[in-house]
């Protein structure tokens, strides 16, 4: 029998451990596959290994039953289970078959044509038409990128590249040579990189791509690649640059085409043949490497027990939980993370900036003591998670404002560090009632302001929300809700809007439509959330389904939070305050109580001395 005492977490690290060392020989599944994250894991295998995280050694195949037994038990832990077809179902090994490419008397290697073949006919199956080896009708020299927002950054990199042996013309072609696969709907490309492309003068080019350009791949790991490979084909000489060129405008090719970014595969990262496009599952696995651009988002939050700070002393604590917790996640060698999140109010700040401009709001953020702890953050996880961001609440104190009879209310912000400094912060825009009680202002520079939005490591872009601003993703002014009405003040420069006023709805329809204007037109797939406190687990199932799976679903991609939990924190597998491509029709289920939780469990976790709880999602 399996031991009831296994749960959900020795299941993930067991899944880990089968990541990092594979199956054993004889431990395979021949008609079962526990279908996790877009990887296969034989089920019985599986529970054998968690048993020795729960119990201190492994369950041997003759003490349990596969099939039903292991199957139920897995589905019961909310595990996907599926059945092979028979075609992909392994005859019994007597005697072992040979590879296809073993009985063809031909050795697998990068140069393997069945694997661009599989890839074509993967992206045939799943978007239709494609047209390999397709001809953009585009000049070459950077002149021909003239009407390019990145125009000076592509007469950076193509000088780079003829400074770095002297080789000036290596343009030889007058149009772009032909890209590997283009998918016209939804458009865009696909590049099959094999090791040549892994140059010297490739990694000059990348090196020089603006933070700002959208990719379908993780740059730095293509960096890295360049200085492992470091290949050299000198036939013609000046070969090296001009491929790097070459690529290079067929990743900036969609600035000036209206595309969705170029997707680059590298040929040794998988086995490409080895997926079959008739079987759901793998045909499923290639959609998600194609959708999350090759590249996916792994957000760590941290809850914390206890309250939101409310005074300067609070904050020699908060440093010191966020020192902490930089420190176990670099010591659990949680890799390329795009950002670290903590709740609201975990930092407080004795200034109240709403009416500052974003330099000046930056200006006062950096005199604050916890400022450098934010940034050192950053620099100590550069090394495993280039570019990371730390991302807090910060709330403020009260002021009097002239020409108010009473005090304005606190400051709720939600700030993102980089090792530079203060990279963006997201003003609270969308009040609850207390907030209104409490006379916060809405500046109406915050809802369209393009300082609240960061381009995350993954290429994914985020929108910083400063607690139920979460909830004002999906508003809409033709039907306002609550969020919208609590909008009660809206300060512009030196005047105060108030609900009174003759004019007022007018001024916040047009501050809402701003807010949906700027997450449109900054293609936002990410809400990242501060959220200040729930009294305990459990009690956070409005927000989850109204908030969180509710913003996942408008943005059709993630969205996030951490919270303080009062009393305890939760277990790690609840209240996760996590949510990732939510179906559109939870926007429009009627009544509302219909809508479902869509909780997204995190890949890792990690208790922090009982104060804090740190996860880890992807997407």
Not at 275 to 297: C, G
Not at 325 to 339: F, P, R, T
Not at 544 to 568: N, P, V
């Amino acid at each position: 029998m399996i031991p009831e005492n296994i749960n959900q977490n020795h299941i993930l690290k067991a899944i880990r451990e089968i990541d990092m060392n594979g199956v054993p020989k004889g431990r395979k599944s021949r008609k079962f596959q526990l279908f996790y994250n877009g990887k296969h894991y034989p089920p019985k295998y599986v529970i054998s290994l968690a048993n020795k995280y729960a119990n201190g050694m492994g369950l041997e195949p003759s003490e349990f039953s596969g099939g039903q037994e292991t199957n139920n038990f897995l589905k019961k832990l909310v595990f996907e289970v599926v059945e092979l077809p028979p075609s992909r179902i392994f005859p019994k090994p007597s005697p072992a078959p040979r590879k296809i490419s073993e009985r063809k008397g031909l050795r697998h290697d990068e140069r393997c044509p069945e694997c661009k073949k599989t890839i074509e006919t993967m992206l045939r199956k799943i978007y239709g038409g494609v047209e390999v080896n397709h001809k953009f009708e585009t000049g070459t020299k950077p002149e021909d990128y003239r009407n390019s927002p990145f125009y000076s950054k592509l007469k950076e990199i193509f000088s780079g590249l003829q400074n770095h042996r002297g080789y000036k013309d290596f343009i030889r072609s007058q149009t772009l040579p032909r890209c590997d696969f283009f998918v016209p709907n939804p458009g865009f490309n696909v590049e099959f990189d094999e090791p040549q492309h892994f140059t010297a003068c490739r990694k000059i080019a990348l090196s020089k791509y603006p933070e700002r350009l959208e990719l379908g791949f993780d740059r730095e790991k293509w960096i890295k690649l360049c200085e492992k490979i470091d290949a050299k084909d000198n036939d013609p000489p000046y070969r090296d640059e001009q491929r790097a060129w070459y690529d290079t405008l067929r990743d900036f090719i969609p600035t000036v085409k209206g595309l969705k970014p170029t997707i680059r595969m590298f040929s040794r990262d998988f086995r490409w043949c080895g997926l079959n496009p008739e079987v759901p599952s793998d045909v499923e696995r290639f959609r998600t490497m194609i959708e999350r651009k090759y590249r996916p988002t792994r957000i760590a939050t941290v809850c914390i027990k206890g309250e939101p700070a409310n005074d300067l002393k609070e904050n020699a604590k908060r440093k010191e939980i966020l020192k902490e917790v930089v420190k176990i996640i670099i010591n659990k060698e949680w890799s390329n993370i795009d950002a670290i999140v903590f709740p609201g109010g975990f930092f407080y700040l004795n200034q109240h900036i709403g009416q500052l401009l974003f330099h000046d709001r930056v200006s006062a953020l950096k005199s604050a003591s916890f400022h450098n702890t934010c940034t050192q953050g950053c620099k100590d996880l550069s090394d495993i998670s280039p570019r990371v961001f730390i991302i807090a609440g910060v709330d403020t104190t009260e002021r009097m404002r002239a020409g108010f009879n009473k005090k304005e209310g606190a400051d709720q912000l939600c700030v993102a560090w980089t090792s530079e400094g203060v990279s963006s912060i997201g003003r609270k825009v969308f009040p609850t009632k207390k907030d209104e009680r409490n006379n916060l202002v809405c500046y109406k520079n915050d809802f369209s302001t393009d300082h609240r939005v960061i381009r995350l490591p993954s290429g994914k872009t985020a929108v910083l929300c400063a607690c139920y601003d979460m909830f004002g993703c999906s508003e809409k002014i033709e039907s306002p809700t609550t969020r919208t009405r609590n909008i009660r003040r809206i300060g512009e420069g030196s005047i105060l809007h108030e609900y009174t006023d003759l004019n007022f709805k007018e001024i916040r329809k047009e501050c809402v439509d701003s807010f949906q204007d700027l997450i449109a037109r900054q293609q936002v797939k990410v809400g990242i959330t501060a959220i200040h406190r729930f009294e305990r687990p459990g009690l956070d199932g409005f927000w989850q389904r109204h908030g969180i799976a509710t913003c996942s679903a408008e943005l059709q991609g993630l969205g996030i939070g951490a919270a303080h939990f009062s009393k305890y924190l939760p277990e790690f597998e609840k209240s996760t305050l996590a949510s990732a491509e939510v179906p559109k029709k939870h926007l429009y289920l009627s009544p509302k109580w219909k809508r479902q939780t869509h909780r997204l469990a995190p890949i890792d976790w990690i208790l922090v001395d009982d104060k804090a709880l740190v996860r880890l999602f992807e997407w």
